[in-house]
C-alpha cells in the first residue's frame, strides 16, 4: 500500500516542481526522499551558481558603470584637449597667414627698396667717377701748383735780387740828386751873388738889400720864395 505519511506527500509536492507529475506519483519511500534530496541539492546549486551569477552581474554593472562614468569623464578631456588643439591649431593656422602676409610684405618693400636703391647706386657709381676724375684733376693742379711754387722760389729769389738791386740803384740816385740838388744850389747862389756883385758894380747907387736868392717876384712884387 502507498505510504500515507504526510512527508512522502510534501516530498512529492516539492519534488513535482522539479519532475513530470506521474513520475512522482510512482515514487514512494526512500526512493521518493533520494529523488527529493537529489532534486533539492541540484536546486541549491542552482540557486547558488544563479546568486553567484548574480553577483557577478551586479559586479559587473558596477565596473560597467565606472567604465561609463571614466569613459564619459576621458570624453570631456578629450572633447577638451581637442577643443583646445583646435583653438591652437586655428591660432597657428593664423599666426601662419600673417607670418605670410609679414614676409609678402616684407619682400614687397624690399622690391620697393630695391626699386629706389638702384638709381641711388647708379648715381654712387657716376658719382664715384666723377669723384676719381677730380682726384685726378687735384692731383695736376697739386703738380702745377709745386711747380709754380718753385716757380715762385725761383722769382722771388730774382725779384729779390732785382729789388735789392734797384734799392741800391735808387739809393745811389738819391745820393746823386742830392750831391746835384747841391751843386745846382750852389751855383744858383754863386751865379746869383755874381750878378749882384755886376749889378751893384755898374750901378752903385742902387740898394740891393731887397733882392736875395731866396726871393721872388709875384704880382710885381719881391716876396720870400716859398
Known amino acids: 500500500?502507498?505510504?500515507?505519511?504526510?512527508?512522502?506527500?510534501l516530498l512529492k509536492r516539492i519534488f513535482?516542481?522539479?519532475?513530470?507529475?506521474?513520475?512522482v506519483e510512482g515514487l514512494s519511500g526512500?526512493?521518493?526522499q533520494d529523488r527529493v534530496v537529489d532534486?533539492?541539492?541540484?536546486?541549491l546549486i542552482a540557486s547558488n551558481l544563479a546568486l553567484n551569477r548574480t553577483q557577478e552581474a551586479d559586479d559587473l554593472k558596477v565596473r560597467v558603470a565606472k567604465l561609463e562614468e571614466e569613459l564619459s569623464t576621458r570624453t570631456k578631456t578629450f572633447t577638451n584637449r581637442e577643443t583646445t588643439m583646435y583653438l591652437e591649431l586655428a591660432s597657428l593656422r593664423q599666426s601662419e597667414k600673417d607670418v605670410n602676409k609679414a614676409l609678402h610684405d616684407k619682400g614687397q618693400e624690399a622690391v620697393e627698396l630695391e626699386a629706389k636703391i638702384l638709381p641711388l647706386r647708379t648715381h654712387a657709381v657716376e658719382h664715384e667717377e666723377l669723384v676719381a676724375e677730380l682726384k685726378g684733376k687735384m692731383t695736376k693742379l697739386e703738380e702745377r701748383a709745386i711747380q709754380r711754387e718753385v716757380l715762385l722760389g725761383q722769382v722771388d729769389g730774382e725779384l729779390v735780387e732785382k729789388i735789392e738791386s734797384l734799392a741800391e740803384t735808387i739809393e745811389s740816385f738819391k745820393k746823386t740828386k742830392e750831391e746835384l740838388t747841391n751843386d745846382a744850389a750852389d751855383a744858383y747862389g754863386k751865379g746869383f751873388q755874381d750878378a749882384i756883385a755886376q749889378f751893384a758894380c755898374a750901378h752903385p747907387e742902387v740898394d740891393l738889400t731887397p733882392f736875395g736868392e731866396s726871393k721872388c717876384v709875384v704880382d710885381g712884387q719881391?716876396?720870400?720864395?716859398?
Do not use: A, W
Open 1 to 9: 500500500m502507498p505510504s500515507t505519511s504526510p512527508l512522502p506527500v
Open 39 to 43: 532534486g533539492l541539492g541540484d536546486f
Open 30 to 32: 526512500n526512493l521518493l
Open 222 to 226: 719881391i716876396v720870400p720864395r716859398e
Open 16 to 23: 513535482s516542481r522539479f519532475q513530470d507529475k506521474e513520475v
